[in-house]
């Protein structure tokens, strides 16, 4: 419990065996003596300490007790302090009018009786602590209304006040930075008045008040729409708090949440969903085309396989061209160079010249699955079918039109053929639902298209012949198959359907599969299990991060790459040089770069 304030009282005689006398009446715990022989040595005490009572000799030299006191009367810092005269004469009416006068509380006789000195002192002891504790609550109080207007103050939240009229009595500085309104702009108005609410949500405030009042609600969320100063719309949430004394109501504090970026926000997340929907029923419908349409022109399944990974290849590279701008865009050579990692076309016997075009994203991903169909074409029936064949790609701009020219010469003698087959007919409708068009010569020097597609951005000169680039691992599939046979490859994957993939393609190849492993948990059993001599590993393990796992690998010198979905940048930061398959792969590819992992790395025993 803690102790309770010193109480100070002040005894003033000109007598030292009276102040030793009051001295030794008086003294207790949480109470001290002030003691002064005379008037000025009393004013000199008042001025250093705070007194609870005063006790004045009348008869003093000098400065009498009452001349003392009208002048602690006179001073602000002493003015309310009891005084009790103590006194050894009778006093007359007049002088005990003048006493009181000048602030005396009491009168004592000396000599004094003890019981009701003390008595008399305790009563004003009393009274001194329990203002003392007001004061100290008062100021506690001051400080936590402080501390509160201090946080409203602080506040992202606009707080407004409203009476039971519905008249605005609170207005914070968060609603003055919100809505840019000041207090004396706002108070005392009605809710339905204020511009920063427009009719209809004003006579809404109005209703959702009235209703809280009538059904005695405590508390309430609402939503309005309101304007700032400058007109701006926001869109706010409305935390409403009731008071009620009885039944009567004392006032309702509105706490409005601006939630306009939010709002904005949300309903962009409902767009960017529903194209994303859109987008991926149409690619699954294109996919289900391309199944069917592939399946129904190919001989068997050993020619239906590799037509159709490859449409669906190309279809996957130009989407991760769309997803590195957001699907703002493609540039035309980058669906070339797309073309090339694939593996279509030769980079040694394709050259191709032209202005920088940015493609939208329809026509992207038309083009490239046209480009693929154009190399499939030329590797099977054209110029690259033989030893001696090229191709160049040209295109430009005609007015709102890109024009692309492929034209093949050295290989094999051409003839229009004989039936229309799907690749032909995906050439020329992609095109035309794009409201261009694809136009085949079967000239004797070789095939030659011309294709268009409209166009209505500008164009950056490049060079005017680009050599072709494959830009990324050399094939050798047969020497990577002789170099991984009879090795042991992890598989840390958690999509079964992909996982038993990429099972089958390294078992064709020869290689003896450790798991596959779904889970890190799984993962980090096998890596620390025994022998592995390479991993494929997926970019996430159930949309955790694989960093560690990839850590553990490197850690154990186990040669290793990644199999995402995901670009570079969503990959774990410090492992740049371990090569990235993307998704959907090619079994092909699969098998490269697994012997190439072998090659450049040591087998870990």
């Given at each position: 419990m803690p102790q309770p304030e010193t109480v100070k009282i002040l005894v003033v005689d000109d007598v030292e065996k009276n102040l030793i006398a009051m001295d030794a009446l008086l003294r207790r715990d949480g109470v001290e003596i002030l003691k002064a022989p005379s008037g000025p040595?009393?004013?000199?005490?008042?001025?250093?300490?705070?007194?609870?009572?005063?006790?004045?000799?009348?008869?003093?030299?000098?400065?009498?007790?009452?001349?003392?006191?009208?002048?602690?009367?006179?001073?602000?810092?002493?003015?309310?302090v009891p005084i009790i005269f103590v006194t050894a004469v009778a006093t007359d009416e007049r002088r005990r009018f003048r006493g009181y006068e000048a602030g005396a509380v009491d009168y004592l006789f000396k000599p004094v009786d003890p019981q009701i000195v003390r008595s008399k002192v305790d009563i004003f002891v009393e009274l001194a602590r329990q203002r003392l504790e007001i004061a100290r609550q008062r100021d506690q109080l001051?400080?936590?209304?402080?501390?509160?207007q201090a946080h409203s103050d602080n506040s992202p939240l606009a707080i407004v006040e409203f009476d039971?009229?519905?008249?605005?009595?609170?207005?914070?500085?968060?609603?003055?930075?919100?809505?840019?309104?000041?207090?004396?702009?706002v108070l005392g108005r009605r809710a339905a008045k204020l511009d920063w609410l427009d009719p209809a949500n004003g006579a809404a405030v109005e209703a959702v008040l009235g209703q809280m009042v009538e059904g005695h609600e405590l508390r309430r969320v609402e939503t309005l729409r309101a304007n700032d100063k400058s007109g701006a719309l926001l869109?706010?949430?409305?935390?409403?708090?009731?008071?009620?004394?009885?039944?009567?109501?004392?006032?309702?504090?509105?706490?409005?949440?601006?939630?306009?970026?939010?709002?904005?926000?949300?309903a962009t997340q409902r767009l960017l969903i529903g194209e994303l929907n859109h987008r991926v029923?149409?690619?699954?419908?294109?996919?289900?085309?391309?199944?069917?349409?592939?399946?129904?022109?190919?001989?068997?399944?050993?020619?239906?396989?590799?037509?159709?990974?490859?449409?669906?290849?190309?279809?996957?590279?130009?989407?991760?061209?769309?997803?590195?701008?957001?699907?703002?865009?493609a540039r035309l050579r980058e669906l070339i160079e797309g073309q090339l990692q694939l593996g279509t076309i030769d980079p040694q016997r394709l050259s191709f010249a032209g202005p920088e075009i940015e493609l939208s994203p329809e026509p992207a991903l038309h083009l490239a699955l046209v480009l693929h169909e154009l190399g499939t074409n030329a590797n099977k029936y054209g110029a690259l079918s033989n030893e001696a064949g090229r191709v160049r790609l040209e295109w430009r701009l005609r007015g709102a039109m890109l024009e692309l020219e492929w034209a093949e010469t050295g290989g094999p003698a051409v003839a229009a053929p004989g039936r229309r087959g799907f690749g032909t007919a995906l050439i020329e409708r992609s095109l035309k639902a794009e409201g261009g068009s694809a136009v085949a010569t079967f000239a004797p020097e070789g095939l030659r298209w011309i294709l268009t597609v409209p166009h209505s951005g500008g164009a950056a000169e490049l060079p005017a012949d680009r050599p072709a680039d494959d830009g990324g691992w050399a094939r050798g599939a047969g020497a990577a198959r002789a170099s991984i046979a009879g090795k042991r490859f992890a598989i840390i994957e958690d999509e079964p359907l992909v996982a038993l993939e990429l099972a089958a393609i390294l078992?064709?190849?020869?290689?003896?599969?450790?798991?596959?492993?779904?889970?890190?948990?799984?993962?980090?059993?096998?890596?620390?299990?025994?022998?592995?001599?390479g991993a494929l590993l997926d970019g996430n393990l159930q949309g955790a991060s694989v960093e560690a796992i990839a850590a553990a690998l490197d850690?154990?010198?186990?040669?290793?790459?990644?199999?995402?979905?995901?670009?570079?940048?969503?990959?774990?930061?410090?492992?740049?040089?371990?090569?990235?398959?993307?998704?959907?792969?090619?079994?092909?590819?699969?098998?490269?770069?697994a012997g190439a992992l072998l090659r450049g790395k040591a087998v870990l025993a």
């Open positions: 040595a009393a004013l000199e005490l008042l001025l250093r300490h705070e007194v609870a009572l005063a006790l004045l000799d009348v008869q003093m030299p000098g400065m009498d007790g009452y001349e003392l006191a009208e002048l602690m009367r006179g001073t602000e810092r002493t003015r309310r001051a400080a936590a209304l402080g501390r509160i039971a009229d519905l008249r605005v009595i609170g207005w914070s500085n968060g609603a003055e930075r919100l809505f840019g309104w000041s207090a004396g702009d869109d706010c949430e409305c935390y409403c708090s009731a008071l009620f004394e009885g039944d009567r109501l004392v006032s309702v504090s509105v706490q409005i949440l601006d939630v306009t970026e939010r709002k904005r926000a949300e029923k149409n690619t699954l419908a294109s996919v289900q085309a391309i199944a069917t349409q592939t399946l129904r022109h190919s001989a068997g399944p050993s020619d239906f396989a590799p037509t159709f990974i490859g449409r669906i290849h190309a279809l996957a590279r130009a989407h991760s061209l769309l997803s590195a701008t957001t699907w703002q865009g078992a064709d190849a020869g290689v003896e599969v450790v798991g596959p492993a779904a889970t890190a948990e799984h993962a980090r059993a096998i890596v620390e299990g025994g022998r592995i001599d850690a154990r010198g186990v040669p290793f790459a990644f199999v995402s979905g995901y670009g570079r940048d969503h990959l774990p930061a410090g492992f740049a040089g371990v090569p990235a398959i993307g998704k959907p792969f090619d079994p092909v590819e699969i098998v490269e770069i």
